[in-house]
């Protein structure tokens, strides 16, 4: 059971526009800033967001992503097939003095 | 290009001791702290452990305590994790990550992965 919550599935058509949420606690996204994460199929995860709302340079301005008290989203606008991916959240636990990550969401463009 | 390479696949019988390497490249060795996380079929992502290269000083999440151990090779710029008493939930793809900041949960780059398979 992981310590971050996310939805395990989310699915949209082409174009259309996804969300995907991450529920933790005031040890983690309550005091620390979150990170995303995207992994393609058979790959290693590639980092997506940093600093709660930052892409990396290279990652296309349709992933954006937001963070409030103990939750954090994550939104995909302009759906493509190429997103079809697991999406982790993660973020420091300062009560386990380590990282912790969301169970994945598994995103699937219909 | 920073780059971290990991070692090929394993295969482990139960009880067995495993060691598996990362070798970096592209950026100052002892500058950044190594990750390593476990990842099991069909599951998420979970935190092993980490280490300061510069004075090997290390940190393990509390259910591989005391059997998981990471050292770093200043001489070959390699990040070793050993696991022992291996059983068939070890069974995983266990990456490598460089840390950007110790408090935080930025990784990047990550190695390929190692898959290690415990099976009598």
């Known amino acids: 059971q992981s310590v971050l919550t996310q939805p395990p599935s989310a699915s949209g058509t082409p174009g259309q526009r996804v969300t995907i949420s991450c529920s933790g606690s005031s040890s983690n996204i309550g005091s620390n800033y979150v990170y995303w994460y995207q992994q393609l199929p058979g790959t290693a995860p590639k980092i997506l967001i940093h600093t709660n709302d930052q892409r990396p340079s290279g990652v296309p301005d349709r992933f954006s992503a937001s963070k409030s008290g103990t939750s954090a989203s994550l939104a995909i606008s302009g759906l493509r097939s190429e997103d079809e991916a697991d999406y982790y959240c993660?973020?420091?636990?300062?009560?386990?003095?380590?990282?912790?990550f969301g169970g994945g969401t598994k995103l699937t463009v219909l | 290009e920073v780059r971290l390479v990991q070692s090929g696949a394993e295969v482990k019988k139960p009880g067995a001791t495993v060691k598996i390497s990362c070798q970096v490249s592209g950026y100052p060795f002892i500058d950044y702290h190594m990750f390593w996380m476990q990842q099991a079929p069909g599951k998420g992502l979970q935190w092993v452990g980490l280490i300061d290269p510069a004075d090997g000083e290390t940190s393990y999440a509390e259910r591989f305590q005391g059997r998981v151990s990471i050292i770093a090779d200043r001489s070959t710029q390699t990040v070793y994790m050993e696991m022992s008493r291996l059983t068939s939930e070890d069974t995983a793809v266990y990456f490598c990550?460089?840390?950007?900041?110790?408090?935080?949960?930025?990784?990047?780059?990550w190695g390929q992965g190692t898959l290690v398979t415990v099976s009598s």
């Open positions: 990550a460089r840390g950007i900041d110790l408090r935080n949960s930025e990784f990047d780059p």
């Open positions: 993660a973020v420091w636990d300062d009560s386990l003095s380590g990282p912790v």
